[in-house]
T-cell receptor, first 110, second 114 residues
Framework: TQLLEQSPQFLSIQEGENLTVYCNSS?????LQWYRQEPGEGPVLLVT???GGEVKKLKRLTFQFGDARKDSSLHITAAQPGDTGLYLC??????????WGAGTKLIIKP | EAQVTQNPRYLITVTGKKLTVTCSQN?????MSWYRQDPGLGLRQIYY???????DKGDVPEGYKVSRKEKRNFPLILESPSPNQTSLYFC?????????????FGNGTRLTVT
């Protein structure tokens, strides 16, 4: 059984601050996706990382896949109120199904 | 517009009264899936379908049924709903079951069973 943990569970910060959220597992991922879910909507894909050590940038969001492919992080620079939402990591292990973390609920205060 | 459409958005029902939540996608995707989302537990997969007439149990299939008679539709059926099935439900589709193509989600169905 794969154990998947996202941290922190909840984060509330002021606009303009930087933050990092984490996704950690006891097992090796074959790939990992990050999604953002806004209230009243379904999750939307932000990025897919496949290679250990890979770094991808999406405007102010930087995604990193751990070298050992057992963890990932999402760093947001100069957070804005529009970044508010639930951030979900979804790794894929040896089979093709995604496993979902419980998410980090992020609130950016103006 | 490419989308996954779920209906209804909100549903309040009583224990034991059969209900169906519909899901339809217009992207010709092979793979479709149902999830429930509960606070602190994340998304848990109920059933999935790799293609027409092929369905498989996810992590929490008890109390649910699905069918995939057509590629675009994947209804979720609760034959005898119980209060522990009160949850937020999402339908999702992907181009294929294998690979890393994005999952496209509907906007959810909030179900309350009293």
């Amino acid at each position: 059984t794969q154990l998947l943990e996202q941290s922190p569970q909840f984060l509330s910060i002021q606009e303009g601050e930087n933050l990092t959220v984490y996704c950690n597992s006891s097992s090796v991922f074959s790939s990992l996706q990050w999604y953002r879910q806004e209230p009243g909507e379904g999750p939307v894909l932000l990025v897919t990382v496949v290679t250990g050590g890979e770094v991808k940038k999406l405007k102010r969001l930087t995604f990193q896949f751990g070298d050992a492919r057992k963890d990932s992080s999402l760093h947001i620079t100069a957070a804005q109120p529009g970044d508010t939402g639930l951030y979900l990591c979804a790794p894929r292990y040896s089979n093709y199904q995604l496993i979902w973390g419980a998410g980090t609920k992020l609130i950016i205060k103006p | 517009e490419a989308q996954v459409t779920q209906n209804p958005r909100y549903l309040i029902t009583v224990t034991g009264k059969k209900l169906t939540v519909t899901c339809s996608q217009n992207m010709n995707h092979e793979y479709m899936s149902w999830y429930r989302q509960d606070p602190g537990l994340g998304l848990r997969q109920i059933y999935y379908s790799m293609n027409v007439e092929v369905t498989d149990k996810g992590d929490v299939p008890e109390g649910y049924k699905v069918s995939r008679k057509e590629k675009r539709n994947f209804p979720l059926i609760l034959e005898s709903p119980s209060p522990n099935q009160t949850s937020l439900y999402f339908c999702a589709s992907r181009e294929r079951g294998l690979g890393n193509s994005p999952l496209h989600f509907g906007n959810g169905t909030r179900l309350t069973v009293t």
